[in-house]
């Protein structure tokens, strides 16, 4: 592989987290790690050149104040179509889920012309007081979880459910959520996502849809799992501008 294209890839499938949590409780925390990338994917390497391989030339800011959403806020109660909030959402607009509500389906993202000024967030209606700090790993006691067979205790201080669940309940190869070919600028936020049990395993949980393309597709603090041992598959796409910011 091209060294500069392996170099790119690498940085933009960069987790943006240096620390580890227990429970509520964060061992260390440190703002989102956008120490080599500044606002609006400006490169800050302080070189152009590692040895013989050229260093990454454009990266994703990852940073909550690096993506706006100043728009509307659409509001899906439980039970409301969650599909037809995506597709009235506009450029700049949030749509906010009841914490604590399940959404069942297979849901698609819209592609919109949107940019660096105009993300559309879909985050849980819980304030962000009440999940970990931004650049913190979100744990299943945010989910209302107390325990889980046969791992370490989380220790949980309380497991108060403030994120909102979207499931499917398919057995094709993945889902809940699917990319629209050429869909960019969205960040997840204070949400779980999963796939029924007995239904069988998926591949992804989050894909790009019809080996289409996407980009600027930020998790930030989002619970990926599948039942039954809760490991966390998580996204997949041809293009891999989307990025894990816990």
Known sequence: MDLMRFAREVTLLLFALTTIVVGMQPLAHAAPDNRYCGPRGTVQF???????????????????IG?????RILQVAAGANLQSALNNAQCGDTIQLQAGATFTGFFTL???SCDANHWITIRTS?????LPPEG????????????????PALNCVTTRNVLAKIVYPGSRSSGPLGLAPGANHYRLLGLEITRSPG???VSTLFRVRMQGK????VLDRVDTWQPPRRHRPCCASE???VCRDH
């Open 46 to 64: 302080g070189a152009s050149k590692d040895g013989p391989a050229a260093l990454p030339i454009t990266c994703m800011y990852t940073a909550l």
């Open 67 to 71: 993506t706006p959403s100043r728009g």
């Open 110 to 112: 819209p592609a919109r």
């Open 126 to 130: 819980a304030p962000s007081s009440s």
């Open 136 to 151: 913190t790993r979100i744990t299943p006691c945010y989910a209302g979880v107390s325990s889980l067979p046969g791992r």
């Open 199 to 201: 239904t069988g395993g």
């Open 214 to 217: 996407a980009d600027h597709i």
């Open 239 to 241: 293009r891999h501008d």
